[in-house]
């Protein structure tokens, strides 16, 4: 874990609302895995008081890459920032996916954002297997990264609520499609997106017996477990009948799904 001071080298609104700024940071990303996060420190002013915590979306020598959506006044302020401009950033932080090299495909799972920490991974996983990437929006706006998985060489699928882009319906509709005519059984499985949708991403991973991991969003005042503002329910092992508490910003964010508890 660095803080640094990292410049903006790149910035693009890649869909409305949405955007992807490159950061000089190589001192973070040589040490940086997929579906780990940096905290950002937004602004010099008093508010917003908090870090910023956003999925590492690219992992590359000269730094790494963060794709987000506005919602709030901290990503409004980072949205207005410049080329050139410098942001406080710490990381790696957090624990990635572990990636399974011994597969003939991989399945990611993307809701929204979601997309964001999925790219690294395919882009480490396409090394040496097959990734197919299946994408869900509320309609075709919110779809992003596209073009770009399609120009790495990686199979994506697209589902929106509304039907503007792909099959109408949502992204794990097209992971049930697949597993069902999969000439494979038990595919590893990655997703990031809204929980209602890691939930039922969990449900069909149990279904089908493939591992699954996945990425879960949170808040996060500090990002280094010490306020216990991201907790999430876990299985405990010592006592099934029970369940503990475990940090996003530390034990994940991410978590075998079958270790949540989703109730």
């Not at 508010?47 to 590359?60: D, E, Q």
């Not at 596209?146 to 503007?164: H, N, P, R």
């Not at 499609?177 to 590893?188: E, H, I, M």
Request: with cysteine; hydrophobic share 45%.
């Amino acid at each position: 874990m660095i803080q640094l001071s990292a410049k903006i080298l790149e910035k693009e609104e890649v869909a409305c609302d949405h955007y992807r700024l490159a950061l000089d940071a190589p001192l973070i990303s040589k040490d940086a895995h997929p579906g780990q996060f940096v905290h950002v420190k937004i602004t010099s002013q008093y508010m917003p008081l908090l870090r910023r915590p956003f999925s590492i979306h690219r992992i590359n020598s000269s730094g790494i890459e963060i794709l987000f959506r506005v919602v709030g006044t901290g990503t409004r302020l980072l949205a207005e920032k410049r080329v050139g401009d410098e942001l406080d950033i710490i990381g790696p932080l957090g624990h990635g996916f572990m990636a399974k090299e011994d597969t003939f495909t991989a399945i990611l799972v993307a809701g929204g954002v979601g997309v964001a920490p999925l790219f690294a991974l395919a882009e480490r996983l396409r090394q040496f297997t097959e990734v197919k990437m299946l994408i869900g929006s509320k309609t075709k706006t919110g779809i992003i990264c596209l073009e770009k998985l399609e120009a790495l060489g990686i199979g994506v699928q697209v589902a929106t609520d509304d039907g503007s882009l792909g099959i109408k319906g949502i992204a794990t509709d097209l992971l049930e499609d697949f597993l069902v005519t999969a000439a494979s059984p038990q595919l590893p499985i990655y997703g990031c997106g809204p929980m209602p949708m890691l939930k039922v991403l969990s449900e069909i991973a149990q279904l089908y017996s493939s591992p699954c991991q996945i990425s879960l969003e949170a808040n996060m005042a500090c990002g280094v477990g010490a306020c216990l503002g991201c907790v999430v329910k876990m299985v405990d092992h010592h006592s099934p009948s029970h369940f503990e508490y475990k940090r996003v910003c530390v034990d994940g964010p991410v978590f075998d799904a079958k270790e949540i508890l989703w109730r």
